[in-house]
């Protein structure tokens, strides 16, 4: 269930996943970034153009001084001439204006070894019926330097109130979202006997609380079907294996008969022999739809290094019988556990056939370490297609009297429900299959 | 020995019945909870083989009420549940043994045998079969007082042959008692003749007679017959 969702999320192409409190806060960013860009620029063109206008008006007033001032002075003596930077008067031929220039000119300073910006006023008068031309004019370095404080002083208040912003979004959202995280961890940690008990803490956000009550309907649901299909199971294996235990039993008794030939014993022994296959197919069936619901038992894990040594003691015998080599390397230490029932079914399963496909006289090799598990075994059989290779029923094409085609199946099942990859091929009549205990893109679903 | 079945299926109370007569205890039956509650309280048992479904009851509630009593009879509950819930509870509660459905009769007999020996004797009365005695206790064997080295599996085998005496016991059987479930993975059978060659030839060999009959293709007896 959750490889699937992180699946659909991981799909190729689409961003990777982020945090709620990321993605809010470069929503956020994003909004108010060209805003406070905007706003700032605003207010740098509006205090530029504020402060020209005061120094065009600055200029005007400064004209209108000199002009008072020539008025006075100019009856004495008759021709003016003078010239500074910020200030000139010069006798022109040309007519006198009757409104006076304004323009922002860039001159040549000595002191500064460049060009600077100036706005100056010029106009031509006629004092006492002489022409002269006036120049008066205003540095702008001032200005200049003026509005770039103005700017600094923009940006640090906005850069400031930015942070604060974010931090308090973030904070805000943090202790927002708690009661979100709670019941998501509350949900991790859930566990399908344990399911009903789970409760989750009434949050003061109105969206919250509906999920919750959203979530307990659902989880209820949930239990109450895994419920009815293990009742359904075990129901299922009580009404078959009652009617096998009559019939097994009487054919029993039936053995007990001393009037009968040894062909008619023969005959019975062989009906119970096939009955019994049955039985152990019908729980093998039962086995594979257990681990499916996953209706076995979690509480006692069991070492696999164990498992794996008592069934090598269990099965020593057919080792024998059959003459096999047996080489193992079984690492002592390894901290590799499944639940007993799940690692009893694995461990027989896989060992049991490489016994049985076995020929006289082959050999089993046998790993056991931190990272896999695998198992080698000779065999006179042809490599198992890949296609059919976990599949019910499917033995390679051929049949096998005791086997019940479920063996490998159920191996699968038990991987697949651990997050388990398990592997297998075929070399020189050598068959290995090797499970190993961590899957290269996620970690196994289950903590046992 | 008084043994009582509380089985519902009244085919397979029967059979279970018959086997049981037939190895000389006294079986008595009961198809529901009601009366199997009604006779645990008013007889005493050496042994209770208890179905856990059962009509109007479940079978742990005999083995509660068998507790309660300070019963001293043997519990052996028989459930074609393969749950292990009920196994693990069912011997929490007191139960001497666990069986799954289908079994054999051989091995119920075989294990009610066992829980007998150990529950009134302590598991210190020797067993008897003509000239061939069983120390349960030290797992000594000995013919005519001659003792015998047994391998664990040959001492197992003979155990369930003499609790099985003069009764056909299948290969399957004789697997499923030496191996449990590990023997499904086996394939065949064939393994079992190399420990009963061995047994019958250190009996021999100790001065015993041959009990182990062949049945071609079905099993052994062992009888004295």
Redesign the interface.
């Known amino acids: 269930m959750v490889p699937a969702t992180a699946g659909l999320i991981n799909k190729p192409g689409c961003m990777r996943p982020m945090k709620l409190l990321t993605q809010t806060t470069i929503y956020f960013l994003l909004l108010v970034l060209p805003l406070l860009t905007i706003s700032t620029f605003y207010l740098f063109s509006q205090f530029n153009k504020e402060i020209g206008h005061e120094i065009d008006e600055e200029l005007l007033n400064d004209q209108i001084q000199w002009l008072r001032y020539m008025d006075t002075v100019s009856i004495h003596s008759p021709v003016f001439q003078l010239s500074t930077p910020e200030f000139s008067l010069q006798p022109v031929t040309r007519p006198a204006q009757a409104k006076p220039v304004l323009e922002s000119v860039m001159l040549y300073q000595d002191i500064e070894g460049k060009k600077t910006p100036y706005r100056q006023l010029t106009q031509v008068l006629s004092i006492h019926n002489n022409s002269y031309l006036l120049t008066i004019r205003k540095s702008l370095i001032e200005r200049d330097d003026l509005i770039k404080n103005i700017f600094i002083v923009m940006l640090i208040v906005f850069g400031g109130l930015l942070i604060f912003i974010l931090l308090l979004n973030r904070m805000l959202s943090k202790r927002l979202w708690r009661p979100f995280y709670q019941s998501l961890e509350k949900l991790h940690g859930i566990e399908l006997k344990k399911m009903e008990s789970v409760s989750f803490t009434p949050s003061s956000i109105k969206e919250f609380n509906q999920l919750h009550t959203a979530l307990t309907a659902m989880i209820t649901r949930i239990h109450a079907d895994y419920k009815s299909i293990k009742e359904l199971t075990?129901d299922a294996?009580?009404?078959m294996?009652?009617p096998?235990?009559?019939?097994?039993?009487?054919l029993?008794?039936l053995?007990?008969d001393e009037t009968l030939s040894?062909a008619q014993?023969?005959a019975?022994?062989?009906s119970?022999?096939a009955?019994?296959r049955l039985?152990?197919l019908n729980?093998s069936l039962?086995l594979l739809a257990k681990i499916e619901n996953h209706q076995?038992?979690t509480s006692q894990p069991e070492s696999l290094q164990h498992v794996t040594k008592q069934?090598l003691g269990?099965?020593d015998?057919?080792i024998k019988?059959k003459k096999l080599t047996l080489e193992t390397q079984l690492t002592h230490d390894t901290s590799w556990q499944m639940p007993a029932?799940l690692a009893d079914m694995l461990i027989?399963?896989l060992?049991?056939?490489a016994?049985?496909y076995n020929y006289t006289g082959g050999k089993i090799r046998l790993q056991l370490d931190d990272q896999q598990f695998s198992i080698s075994n000779t065999s006179s059989w042809p490599a198992i297609p890949q296609q059919q290779l976990f599949q019910r029923f499917k033995k390679g094409g051929a049949v096998?009297?005791?086997?019940n085609g479920l063996g490998l199946a159920i191996v699968k099942k038990i991987c697949d429900t651990y997050n388990l990859p398990i592997s297998y091929y075929f070399e020189n009549g050598v068959h290995t299959f090797t499970i190993s205990r961590f899957s290269t893109n996620s970690k196994p679903s289950f903590a046992a | 020995m008084k043994v009582l079945v509380i089985e519902d299926e009244p085919a397979l109370q029967t059979a279970i019945r018959q086997y049981l007569e037939q190895q000389g205890y006294i079986c008595e039956t009961a198809p529901d909870f009601p009366q199997a509650m009604a006779k645990v309280n008013d007889y005493d048992y050496d042994c209770i083989v208890a179905d856990i479904g059962l009509p109007q009851g479940n079978g742990l509630d005999i083995i509660k009420e068998l507790k309660a009593l300070e019963s001293e009879a043997g519990i052996i509950i028989i459930s074609a549940k393969d749950s292990l819930e009920d196994k693990l509870s069912g011997l929490d509660l007191g139960a001497d043994d666990y069986l799954t459905k289908p079994f054999h009769l051989s091995e119920l007999n075989a294990r009610i045998n066992a829980i007998l020996r150990r529950k009134h004797f302590d598991g210190n009365t020797n067993i008897h079969f003509n000239e061939i005695r069983i120390a349960p206790g030290s797992k000594a064997v000995f013919v005519k007082d001659t003792p015998l080295t047994l391998t664990s599996k040959e001492y197992q085998l003979l155990l369930y042959f003499i609790a099985n005496q003069r009764r056909v016991v299948t290969k399957t059987a004789l697997a499923g008692h030496l191996w449990g479930d590990a023997y499904d993975q086996a394939g065949s059978y064939d393994f079992i003749y190399s420990h009963i060659k061995n047994l019958r030839r250190k009996l021999l060999e100790a001065g015993g007679e041959d009990y182990i009959k062949t049945i071609y293709g079905t099993g052994y007896r062992w009888s004295d017959q």
């Open positions: 075990e294996a009580h009404e294996q009652t096998l235990a009559i019939a097994e039993s009487k029993e008794l053995l007990q040894d014993l023969h019975i022994a062989q119970s022999e009955l019994e039985a152990r729980h039962l076995y038992d069934y269990l099965l015998e057919l019988d029932a027989s399963n060992v049991g056939n016994i049985r096998l009297d005791s086997s």
